[in-house]
Nanobody, 125 residues
């Protein structure tokens, strides 16, 4: 059974850092593009970052560029989102997602078939 499980969320102050993890049971993890999305209360889910399959190109939302870094550890079936210089507007539930051999349109949530349950990130001012 395919599963994505996020962890690493929490309550931090503005300027702090967090690293989110996404543990995947997808078979050969390198065959999957990985994306991170977030959803704040009362808002639509929005794209944060993505990485193409087999260590392909990375993509970032303008709002996180220079602060967040997406990475992956294929042998251990894990993806990561390093978040630095956090701001209150980063507060949201963060989701990881996976798409088999995805390399284009990775900022579009509808492209992803597999989703985790989400982890809450709260940034206080």
């Amino acid at each position: 059974q395919v599963q994505l499980v996020e962890s690493g969320g929490g309550l931090v102050q503005a300027g702090d850092s967090l690293r989110l993890s996404c543990a995947a049971s997808l078979g050969t993890f390198s065959n999957y593009a990985m994306g991170w999305f977030r959803q704040a209360p009362g808002k639509e889910r929005e794209f944060v970052a993505a990485m193409g399959w087999n260590g392909g190109n990375t993509f970032y939302a303008d709002s996180v560029k220079g602060r967040f870094t997406i990475s992956r550890d294929n042998p251990n079936n894990r993806g990561y989102l390093q978040m630095n210089s956090l701001k209150p507007e980063d507060t949201a539930v963060y989701y990881c997602a996976a798409k088999f051999r995805g390399s284009v349109n990775l900022a579009t949530a509808g492209q992803y078939y597999y989703w985790g349950q989400g982890t809450q990130v709260t940034v206080s001012s």
